[in-house]
Nanobody
Framework: QVQLGESGGGLVQAGGSLRLSCLGS????????MGWFRRTPGKEREFVAG???????LDLKSVKGRFTISRDNAKNTLYLQMNSLEPEDTAVYYC???????????????????WGQGTRVTVSS
């Protein structure tokens, strides 16, 4: 069974940091593009950051300079380092994998085939 499992969410004060991890199982994701999305109540799922199979990345404008996406293909794991967190970053964060996807397609949610269950991040002011 192919699965993606997020961890690392929690409650943090504004200005703090969290590191989210996404462990893949049942399949090797090293050839896939991968991404982080987030959703807040009443809003559509929003692209946060994506990374191609060779390491090129894209970030949402509002997180640029604060969040860093990375991957360890040997561990089949995706990461999102989040610094200088703001209350507006409060959301459920999801990781996802997109087979056969170019860096120019990283923001296209329909390209993502595999999804995790999400991990909640709450930033208090």
């Amino acid at each position: 069974q192919v699965q993606l499992g997020e961890s690392g969410g929690g409650l943090v004060q504004a200005g703090g940091s969290l590191r989210l991890s996404c462990l893949g199982s049942g399949r090797t994701f090293s050839s896939d593009a991968m991404g982080w999305f987030r959703r807040t109540p009443g809003k559509e799922r929003e692209f946060v950051a994506g990374i191609s199979r060779i390491g090129g990345s894209l970030d949402l404008k509002s997180v640029k300079g604060r969040f860093t996406i990375s991957r360890d293909n040997a561990k089949n794991t995706l990461y999102l380092q989040m610094n200088s967190l703001e209350p507006e970053d409060t959301a459920v964060y999801y990781c996802a994998a997109a087979p056969n996807t170019r860096i120019t397609e990283l923001t296209t949610i329909s390209r993502y085939t595999y999804w995790g269950q999400g991990t909640r991040v709450t930033v208090s002011s």
